[in-house]
């Protein structure tokens, strides 16, 4: 592994762990709650973001060049809600991902769904191009429709894609999570998913975390929040800073109290 590819692993996960905004919804979902002006949501949260996650499109519209947050490149797509989710290509080239200083890609892949085996081959050829340049790739465990969100199922998943070279692997929480980590060799870390109340999305992070996971790479859960810079700040609580749930329901429920219109 390359000092390069080292280092912006480091980055995106300071000191192996990382609070990672996701706000790369749009390449599929289009205007999704939350993200229908994407500056005016990602603004405010940058301060609390360890990485920011999205597509070039956002990053180049609505993210101004100069801020100190390492950018995780979201490289597949080509599909939308309105189709098969998983026939995907890559869609932005390891060399541009260079020039917009991204300091890892990331690529959906869809096991066992349809196009399985040409998502797997999106991941394999971000992975060797990025070999050339020193380019983390983080691999995205999509969900098929169909697909169970259990351990053996995500466990299956996440491993194939450290196997294919992944730096970093991106699943969901499930029960017996400790196994999907233990069974892959590289940092994993959760998607938030749907929209929980505060509350339950603390309990996730913390639980995940618990059970070895090196972070969050969240999204709904935190701008669809009523307050998503208490929440953000919230989240960080749990994965930085090793506070229990109710510790940081206590501090996003302060934020919220304050932030709230004078009657
Ligand atoms: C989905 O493929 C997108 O990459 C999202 O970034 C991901 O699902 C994380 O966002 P959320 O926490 O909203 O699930």
Redesign the pocket.
Same mark, same amino acid.
């Given at each position: 592994m390359s000092w390069g590819l080292k280092d912006r692993v480091e980055r995106v996960m300071k000191g192996g762990r990382t609070v990672m905004l /996701? @706000? =790369?919804?749009g390449?599929?979902q289009g205007p999704t709650t939350g993200l229908e002006n994407p500056r005016r949501t990602i603004t405010p949260l940058l301060p609390y973001a360890d990485s920011l %996650?999205l597509t070039r499109g956002v990053l180049r519209t609505s993210v101004d060049p100069g801020q100190d947050v390492p950018i995780v490149l979201?490289a597949s797509g080509g599909t939308s809600i309105l189709k098969e989710l998983s026939d995907e290509v890559v869609t932005t080239s390891i060399e541009e991902a260079v020039r917009l200083n991204a300091s890892a890609v /990331?690529v959906?892949v869809f096991v066992g769904s349809e196009h399985e085996k040409e998502t797997l081959s999106n991941l394999s050829e971000l992975v060797n191009e990025g070999e050339r340049y020193g380019m983390p790739v983080l691999a995205?465990t $999509?969900v098929g429709r169909e697909m169970a969100r259990d351990a053996r199922y995500l466990g299956l998943a996440c491993r194939i894609a450290a196997e294919l070279g992944a730096s970093i692997v #991106?699943t969901y929480y499930c029960a017996d999570f400790r196994k999907v980590v233990d069974g892959c060799p590289v940092p994993v870390v959760i $998607? *938030? *998913? #749907?929209k929980l109340p505060e509350r339950d999305a603390l309990q996730l992070a913390h639980d995940a975390v618990a059970e070895g996971a090196a972070g @969050? =790479? %969240? *999204?709904?859960?935190?701008f669809q929040s009523s307050d998503p810079v208490a929440m953000i700040r919230a989240v960080r609580g749990v994965v930085r800073e090793g506070k229990g749930v109710d510790e940081a329901y206590a501090s996003f429920a302060e934020g919220s109290a304050r932030t709230l219109p004078a009657r």
């Open positions: /996701a @706000v =790369d919804h390449y599929f %996650m979201r /990331a959906s995205v $999509a #991106k $998607a *938030g *998913g #749907k @969050v =790479d %969240m *999204g709904r859960n935190i």
